[in-house]
């Protein structure tokens, strides 16, 4: 029975808990105490409404109060009390119900306060693993500690967290380098050559990110996201990695395949910390990179014609027919 109540939405649970409170209520007042007053005034039978009442009392005492006198005593100073006992537990249990139902209450406003601030989280692009996050998290909790949560302190919570956010702000570009066909290169190949391979592209990448001044990367098993400050450094890794895997081919790898890679550059306003793991940003900036670079042909760089145009060096990009996101995609490839 506790499991299906726990599966109830918090607010029907509230309703239901509710209704039951004041049906208790209702009972001892109509069944138990109008009674009692209506003999104490000596009011007869006689009405519809005094015949309810009485009907409902005798009912009450015959289903409830019989069961009580086995357990609770009924006769003090020689007199039936089942009366006022049965009164006495009504409402007992009608304060359970009630306690019942502000606790209730306030699981369900902290419910709702977690929801609005992940919503509101999500629609700001706070980073997860930032300080900024932390310390929203922070106040959330503290708030959550009072028996009631004050709107207006929720309110100047996410305030400050946003102005926070704006003195974050600034803008970055993001390059996605992902190689083409990786696992049907690794297929029927010596492992011990697969995992040289792949190490040294991985240290060639490295060295690529170094040299363009790279604030941040992170790796799938053989695909790679950076952040740059310029979105020229982006766009000129992308073409380094390009140049610089002619020469890995010929002189390096070990494994038949040669390796190829498709490169994709976007830029925007990004919420920045520099304490937030790459892979813990999200933001639609980071997400079109990664796009660009899906749509992009083998050992190209993708990049979206809005952001190509103010770039300083626009020689070898052309367009194309692709659109990613909105986006008509320029294109970039090494001379043959």
Known sequence: MVARLRSFPLTTL????GAIRWAIILVALLFLLAPIALDYFHAGRGNAAT???YAGHAYVRSAVGTRVSDFVPTKFAGKDRTDWVLVAGFLV???????????????????????????????????????????????IQTLQTGKKIDRQEL?????????????????????SVDIVSSTAMKQSEEPAAVQHDFDEYRRLVERVLLSRKAIKSTWTPDGMMACFSDIDDAVQAGQDVIHVLAEFNRSVKLIRADFSVRCGVNSGFVYFDESTPLEAMCDRAIDIAGHMQKYAEPNTVAIARTIIEPLRD????????????????????PRP
């Open 14 to 17: 509230l309703v239901v808990v």
């Open 155 to 175: 309110l100047k919570v996410f305030a400050e967290t946003k102005r926070k956010l704006d003195t974050l702000g600034r803008d970055l570009s993001f390059l």
């Open 314 to 333: 626009v020689d070898g990009f052309a367009p194309t027919q692709r659109v990613v996101d909105g986006y008509e995609v320029y294109s970039w490839a």
């Open 93 to 139: 249990l009608a304060g359970l119900a009630g306690s019942l139902q502000t606790r209730i209450r306030r699981k369900r406003n902290r419910q709702q306060v977690r929801q609005m601030t992940e919503r509101w989280k999500q629609e700001m692009g706070v980073p997860g693993q930032s300080i900024i996050a932390t310390d929203l998290e922070a106040k």
């Open 51 to 53: 015949n309810f009442m």
